[in-house]
């Protein structure tokens, strides 16, 4: 029984549902049945498939990838923020590693949503990694664009790998300043992009195929889309960092990237000088977008937006983004 608005929502597992089952969640419903049913097909659904323990357990400290990278870039998230004392809150969880993280370094509550509550792949897969570490959760099954949770509740909000998963990112990111304390912290991390002269559709069709047949839900947008999200919710935008890792030289890696290239063209086979014009044309014609993302990214130390070869990045390439931002006081 909820005792703010006095609604009984059944427990599962030891797991509150707490959500409406209205039309709004059907399409969670999908995300969800479409995940089993994705790690089914990859032979994940059992203990020796994915994770089994050890893994799950220290994970992102795990010594291969691509958990080696990213257990790297959560460190760099993590390095100036006081977890101690914190309520924090894991959305998007899947099995709910960083809540763990969080409960263990002192978080005063460390929360977990997500829309599957599996025991091997999903949110159930909690109890016995809190067990293992010595730590209490809160596992809840809820939608992240409807966050079960009251307003000014939590200090941190972290989501991984999960906002590109959300029908409407602008929905999920308000929710996030609705539960955030005045200068409470979102982390956003490893959010897949797409390149400024994409089509959104025809990227999904390249690299999520296989999601998609499952009913799993899945966008690209652009870095841009991603940072106005964030702002259009009341949030300043304090970092930006590309690629796992958050090494932001990764980045140098991706102008060699086959985003680069106009799509469906081999670039190597293209003379030089046809070669220099076009990304001539290119560059011209996504001037806008660029000037976009100068106004929408923080200033470095330095008082610079950002370099050059973070712009080119994010206009050409397709990094993974990673945010730091706080909710307006
Ligand atoms: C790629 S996984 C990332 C899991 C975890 N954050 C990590 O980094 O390992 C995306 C997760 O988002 C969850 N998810 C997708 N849509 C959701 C929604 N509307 N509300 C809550 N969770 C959602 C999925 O069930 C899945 O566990």
């Given amino acids: 029984m909820c005792e703010t608005c006095n609604a009984s929502y059944p427990v599962v597992d030891g797991i509150p549902?707490?959500?409406?089952?209205?039309?709004?969640?059907?399409?969670?419903?999908?995300?969800?049945?479409?995940?089993?049913?994705?790690?089914?097909?990859?032979?994940?659904?059992?203990?020796?498939?994915?994770?089994?323990?050890?893994?799950?357990f220290e994970i992102p400290y795990i010594p291969h990838e691509p958990w080696a990278t990213f257990g790297r870039g959560?460190?760099?998230?993590?390095?100036?923020?006081?977890?101690?004392?914190?309520?924090t809150l894991d959305i998007g969880a899947g099995r709910p590693w960083a809540a763990k993280q969080f409960a263990l370094r002192g978080a005063r509550s460390a929360t977990a949503v997500d829309v599957n509550p599996h025991p091997v792949v999903g949110l159930g897969r909690g109890w016995e990694m809190a067990a293992e570490a010595g730590v209490h959760l809160e596992l809840l099954v809820g939608d992240s664009e409807r966050l079960p949770l009251a307003d000014n509740s939590m200090?941190?909000?972290?989501?991984?790998?999960?906002?590109?998963h959300s029908n409407f990112i602008r929905n999920l990111t308000s929710e996030m300043a609705r539960v955030l304390r005045p200068g409470g912290v979102a982390v956003v991390a490893n959010e897949p992009t797409r390149a400024a002269f994409e089509d959104e559709a025809t990227v999904l069709n390249e690299v999520a195929q296989l999601e998609l047949r499952h009913g799993i839900t899945e966008r690209r947008p652009t870095a841009a889309e991603y940072l106005e999200a964030m702002l259009a919710a009341g949030f300043d935008i304090e970092q930006v960092h590309l690629g796992p890792d958050c090494r932001d030289s990764a980045i140098w890696t991706r102008l060699k990237a086959p985003a680069l290239v106009p799509p469906r063209q081999d670039w190597a086979s293209i003379k030089t000088p046809v070669r220099i014009a076009r990304a001539i044309r290119t560059r011209w014609r996504l001037w806008p977008f660029e000037h976009r993302l100068r106004k929408v990214l923080p200033r470095s130390s330095s008082g610079a937006r950002s370099s050059h070869a973070?712009?080119?990045?994010?206009?050409?390439?397709?990094?993974?983004?990673?945010?730091?931002?706080?909710v307006a006081r």
């Avoid at 959560?74 to 309520?87: M, N, Q, S, V």
């Avoid at 200090?155 to 999960?162: H, K, Q, R, V």
Wanted: a negative charge; glycine letters at 10%.
């Fill in 74 to 87: 959560f460190d760099k998230l993590f390095g100036d923020l006081e977890i101690g004392g914190a309520d």
């Fill in 310 to 326: 973070e712009m080119i990045s994010l206009v050409y390439g397709r990094p993974d983004i990673n945010i730091v931002a706080r």
């Fill in 155 to 164: 200090d941190i909000c972290f989501i991984s790998a999960a906002l590109h």
């Fill in 17 to 56: 549902h707490i959500h409406l089952d209205d039309h709004t969640w059907r399409s969670k419903k999908a995300e969800s049945a479409g995940r089993e049913a994705l790690a089914a097909e990859l032979g994940q659904l059992h203990y020796e498939g994915i994770g089994a323990p050890p893994v799950d």
